[in-house]
Structure formats: C-alpha cells, structure tokens
C-alpha cells in the first residue's frame, strides 16, 4: 500500500486546498479580463475632425428641419409643431414618412410685425 501526499503553496506559504483554488481562480480571472480588456480609442486630431467652413455659401444652412427641430427653434414642443402643421398655421413639406418645417417659415413666424 502507498499514500499521496499532496501539498499547495502559494507564494512562500502552505495553503489549504480551497485557499489555493480560490487564489489561483482569482489570478486566472485577473489575467482574462486584462487580455480582453479593449485598447484605448485613438486620439483624432482636431484638425482632423473639423469640416471645411465655408461662409460665403447659403448651402450650409439647413432649408426645411424636422418637428423636434422646428420646435425648438420656436420655443414649443414637438406636439405643438405637428398640431399647427395639421392646421394648415405651419407650412410644411411631406418627404416620404417625415414632416419637414422649412426655415424661412420659422423664419416668417419669429419675425416681429411693426
């Protein structure tokens, strides 16, 4: 007849059994998560990220915006928008499914009557 014996240490110890799991699941679990940790994203420079401007063109500015924009462009909610647009007191264009306000009408109703 033989026996085993089996002993676990960790660092310069001897540990118990569970102790050992428990430290060895722990570093197993350490080092998994540092190679899956994902890279930093790159740093873009800004010169990079920044569109041309060009002033002198009117392209620039949008001519019809959507409800939500309308609505904040004139203080009132998306709901008042629509509401006024149904009546007829907006004018607005169909394009597909949406709703567009073109500017100048917001323009037109922003502007102070003398």
């Known amino acids: 007849m033989f026996s085993v014996e089996i002993k676990f240490r960790a660092g310069d110890r001897e540990v118990s059994f569970e ?16 190679e899956n940790r994902p890279l ?11 569109a041309p401007v060009n002033t002198d063109r009117k392209e620039l500015e949008p001519r019809a915006v959507g409800l939500k924009q309308a609505g904040l462009l004139l203080g009132v909610s998306q709901h008042t928008v629509r509401k006024h647009v149904k009546l007829g007191t907006i004018p607005s264009v169909r394009v597909g499914r949406r709703v567009l306000v073109p500017t100048q009408a917001i323009d037109d109703l922003t502007r102070k009557k003398v």
């Open 19 to 34: 102790r050992f799991a428990t430290l060895f699941l722990k570093e197993l679990l350490r080092s998994a998560q540092t």
């Open 40 to 50: 930093p994203a790159p740093v873009i420079p800004p010169t990079v990220v920044r």
